[in-house]
Every structure is written in structure tokens, then in C-alpha cells.
């Protein structure tokens, strides 16, 4: 097993762990409840996602590659966001890649050193580094939040 699915399974049984808590009503730092239909069934799937703000926008940033999220929110077009008790219908909107760099770039140098390094872990970017990971746009989706 590589280091990158040894640490992807790690943060699915933690993701667990935070689903459960946000549907109890604790709310906690940047992670929020996506929630969106499934792009085959149908049928609503939640996702713990970390919704950050960077330069007075708030955006959604792909971690893991492949992630069902990412492709299932491009068929979707909206979710629901949901933070404690409190949710709302939001659209994502993709960035283009030229887009993602900067935001990309802002969101590690403003970020403890272990949102770049979770970036290389998962196989997304080459370096930890604001332009490592800015370098790695083409790979990784960003998804703006406006409100539906």
C-alpha cells in the first residue's frame, strides 16, 4: 500500500468521525457537510469539506485525487452546505485552471505548513511550497462558493 492510500484511508475513518459530529451540531474550524446528488443514482452524498476563505471569497479545494465529491458536484451544479445545525443551498463554480493558481498559491502560504505537505502526500502537487502546489493547478479542482 502506498503512503498515499495508507493516509486516504486514515482520513476516511476520520471523516466518519467528523460527519457524525456535525450532525450532532458541533461545528468546528473550516469543515462544513457537502452534500450532493450522486452523479449515477441520484441519491444525496456527504462529503466533510473544508470551505476556506481566501482574499474575501470562500472556496472548496480537491485533496485527494478522484475524489467522488468533485465529479458529482460538476453534474450537480448545486449543494447543500451545512455547518452545526444550520444549512444552505449553495452553487459551486469551477475555476479555471489559470484561476486556481493564485488561489491555490494564497491558500498554502496563509495555511499551516500541513495543507502543502497533504498536497504531495496525496499525489497532487510535487512540492509543499505556495508555488509548488499553485504549479499543480491542472491537477487539482477549486470550486469558488456563491450563494443559489
Known sequence: M???????RMVN????????LQRLGVAFGP???LTVPGR??????????AVVPVDGDHYIVQAYPKAAWVANVRAAGEVTLTRGRRSSTAR???????????VLRKLVETSPPSVGKRFVTTGLAEAP????????AGR?????????
Open 31 to 33: 469543515m462544513r457537510l
Open 2 to 8: 502506498t503512503t498515499a492510500q495508507s493516509y486516504r
Open 13 to 20: 475513518a476520520g471523516n466518519k468521525i467528523v460527519v457524525g
Open 129 to 136: 511550497t505556495p508555488d509548488g502546489v499553485a504549479a499543480a
Open 92 to 102: 459551486l463554480v469551477e475555476l479555471p485552471v489559470e484561476e486556481r493558481r493564485p
Open 40 to 49: 449515477r443514482t441520484g441519491v444525496p452524498r456527504t462529503f466533510p469539506i
Open 140 to 148: 487539482i479542482a477549486v470550486f469558488r462558493v456563491e450563494r443559489a
